[in-house]
């Protein structure tokens, strides 16, 4: 029986505790606060002809007063932004605490009091457009032993329309994609890789996104024998005489690539006004490899020549 009683006197006590709670969260909650808020900024209604030179900062501060209720669920309504009219820019200076009530969408009942900077300035400049090359300049990369690159690294689409302030577009040569690195690769790779935004808010692109195709293939070495060796622009009454007419060249490459090559796709050159002009009796010739190719070995490592005129 004394169990009974002192069970209902904890109810009753932790009841009038929750009661007394509730009371005093409501008074509390029904009072006005001052608190300071994060408020992303957004440009409305940008002129054709105008652009950002420099961006504007992501958010501003603003000091508000409101409720503690309407504090409390100050983020689940509508999204509350700084919103600059486009127009506006052209004047380049934006007095933050002078416009704060007309550029900000603030809930009923809650009040801007002061923003923070207190002034944005903003460089614009006129709108133009120009197309440069992507670059994976920061794709790196390593193979497992025995693989390697079979050609250069191909970037689709190769090239981005930039949109922006002419005094920053003046000044850009190409674009970067983001930084990826493979390592250990033993297979070939598509991906798509995104731009790098480093001017968010001053440059729009005709792409976000680039797909990079990395062509990695298991690598061998082939022996090519019997490549002619051509003399270039020999005029009529000069004669060459040479030790060897062709040469044979070790190459590295995918095993692939080389399985579909001969000797007509490699070809060894002279000019002949360089022959004319050296001394020694002898020549290194040059190699021209399709792509992909890496060159070990010549033999013989030099042609001997004679020149008759």
Same mark, same amino acid.
């Given at each position: ?6 069970? /209902? ?39 054709? @002809? ?100 079979? /050609? ?27 930084? /990826?690195?493979?390592? @250990? ?85 002279? @000019? ?38």
């Amino acid at each position: 029986m004394s169990i009974l009683k002192n069970t /209902r006197r904890y109810h009753i006590l932790i009841g009038s505790f929750l009661v007394a709670a509730s009371l005093w969260f409501s008074v509390t909650m029904g009072n006005f606060y001052r608190a300071q808020i994060e408020v992303p900024l957004a440009v409305v209604n940008m002129p054709r @002809d105008v652009a950002l030179a420099r961006p504007l900062p992501a958010t501003i501060s603003v000091l508000v007063e409101a409720s503690g209720w309407q504090l409390l669920f100050l983020n689940a309504g509508k999204p509350i932004t700084f919103e600059i009219p486009g127009e506006a820019l052209r004047r380049g200076v934006i007095l933050t605490n002078r416009v704060l009530a007309e550029m900000m969408k603030m809930p009923a009942g809650i009040q801007a009091i002061r923003a923070y900077p207190d002034t944005l300035f903003v460089s614009v400049d006129r709108f133009t457009e120009k197309k440069v090359p992507l670059r994976a300049t920061a794709i790196s990369m390593s193979f497992k032993e025995g693989f390697g690159l079979v /050609r250069t690294i191909d970037v689709q689409p190769d090239s981005v329309v930039l949109k922006g302030a002419e005094s920053v577009l003046d000044g850009i040569d190409s674009w970067p994609l983001e930084a /990826r690195s493979y390592p @250990d690769l033993a297979m070939p790779v598509a991906e798509e890789v995104p731009l790098l935004d480093s001017l968010r808010g001053v440059l729009r692109f005709s792409v976000d996104r680039a797909t990079v195709y990395i062509p990695t293939e298991q690598l061998a070495e082939m022996l090519f024998e019997d490549i002619p060796i051509v003399i270039r622009e020999k005029p009529e009454h000069g004669e060459v005489l040479l030790a060897q007419k062709s040469i044979s060249i070790l190459v590295r490459g995918g095993v692939n690539v080389l399985a579909n090559l001969s000797q007509d796709d490699f070809r060894v050159q002279v @000019d002949f006004e360089d022959l004319v002009a050296d001394t020694s009796g002898s020549f290194i010739p040059t190699i021209i490899l399709p792509a992909g190719l890496q060159l070990l070995k010549i033999e013989p490592a030099e042609v001997r020549y004679t020149l008759r005129r």
